[in-house]
């Protein structure tokens, strides 16, 4: 996905220049679900060790969240300020994407980092890494 490293660049950057408010693309109201990538390595390792069928699981998170709240949820970890505007010119995509994770649930496998721990760590590995990607 593209969305989470564009608004953690984007909002980083118009912190750190003082910028007043930034722009996302569309109305901020399609639904998304993102999973910690600790919690991906987790659930590999759990269907690894307790799960032998040949049925597709999914694994995820379990909910979704607007693109406006993701937003909030990263101008908070940022302690960014400013506005957020949203231009209703630019598409947004799938109205909702979310995954059943009932099967993976039964088993006993359910996400431990919640979304916005997990985007606290992304950051602070985006701090410490960013002159590296430069």
């Given at each position: ?32 679900e ?52 949203f ?41 410490k ?6």
């Amino acid at each position: 996905g593209h969305v989470i490293p564009a608004l953690i660049n984007k909002i980083h950057k118009a912190k750190t220049n003082g910028t007043k408010s930034i722009t996302i693309w569309g109305t901020g109201t399609p639904k998304r679900e993102f999973l910690f990538v600790d919690n991906l390595a987790n659930a590999c390792v759990y269907l690894m060790q307790n799960y032998n069928d040949s049925e597709i699981i999914n694994i995820g998170a379990g909910e979704d969240i607007t693109i406006k709240e993701l937003a909030e949820t990263i101008c908070r970890v940022i302690d960014y300020k400013g506005k957020l505007e949203f231009d209703k010119t630019k598409p947004d995509g799938t109205p909702r994407k979310l995954l059943d994770v009932t099967k993976i649930n039964k088993l006993g496998w359910k996400a431990k980092t919640s979304l916005e721990e997990g985007l606290r760590k992304t950051y602070d590995w985006y701090l410490k890494t960013k002159n590296v990607r430069s």
